[in-house]
């Protein structure tokens, strides 16, 4: 196979890949057929409660469990969350962005904080195999971002070559590249983020060197 860069793109998964309020809402979708059988009233009732607590910032396995008078427990409902597999999909422009990366033979690295089961059930789900040539779990690999050895792992796996990392965090995901002399870039939240992107009070070294609106930015600053 001819190589024709020697570039190394490495992604965060959630908020970055894919908006992570899909898996949230696909986990909320499995707990409420859960409740609702138990209790026996629609499961959709149920599930529009559970994204209500949700976006107003309130507890919503203990508040959904006492509205129902559920007598399920909420280590059951968290068990749902993290291990259900989930319906979540990679959108168009990801995989075109994937797709040309591979075609010009870069070598592509997933880099992402979780429980092992959490993040492969996600994995599986958009099939991300298919790209993604080594992959970092923090509960396999012993440590979490921005743990600057997740990042040098895949320098040692890779080699020489001009490292990218993209992600969404600005808290962990791009100190340590930055240390590293990565280029670093931050997807803008869309509105869906989990984490917050408010830059007040941020160091510089925790900030990218890049921000981007759209995914299919990442060619032209790649190559």
């Known amino acids: ?48 409660d559970m994204l209500e607590y949700f976006y107003n910032r309130k507890n919503v396995f203990e508040d959904i469990l006492l509205k129902y008078n559920s007598h399920l427990k909420v280590p059951e409902l968290l068990n749902v969350y993290r291990n259900h597999k989930p319906q979540i999909n990679l959108s168009e422009d990801r995989i075109e962005v994937l797709n040309f990366f591979k075609s010009k033979h870069v070598s592509l ?31 396999e690999f012993g440590s979490e971002k921005p743990n600057i050895n997740n990042f040098k792992h895949f320098e040692d796996m890779f080699g020489s070559g001009n490292y990218f990392y993209i992600g969404d965090n600005i808290k962990k995901d791009f100190v340590a590249p930055n240390k590293l002399n990565w280029t670093t870039i931050c997807l803008k939240d869309n509105g869906l983020n989990i984490h917050s992107q408010n830059t007040t009070n941020v160091n510089k070294q925790h900030l990218a060197q890049h921000n981007i609106s759209e995914f299919s ?4 600053i790649v190559f």
């Open 1 to 48: 196979m001819i190589i024709e860069t020697n570039n190394v793109v490495v992604f965060d998964l959630d908020d970055t890949l894919y908006n992570e309020v899909d898996f949230l809402i696909s986990a909320y979708k499995e707990i409420s057929i859960k409740i609702a059988v138990e209790i026996n009233v629609s499961n959709e009732i149920v599930y529009e």
């Open 109 to 139: 690295g997933l880099l992402t904080d979780g429980r092992s089961v959490q993040q492969r059930n996600k994995i599986e789900a958009l099939n991300l195999n298919q790209w993604f040539t080594e992959i970092v779990i923090s509960e």
């Open 217 to 220: 930015e990442l060619s032209n």
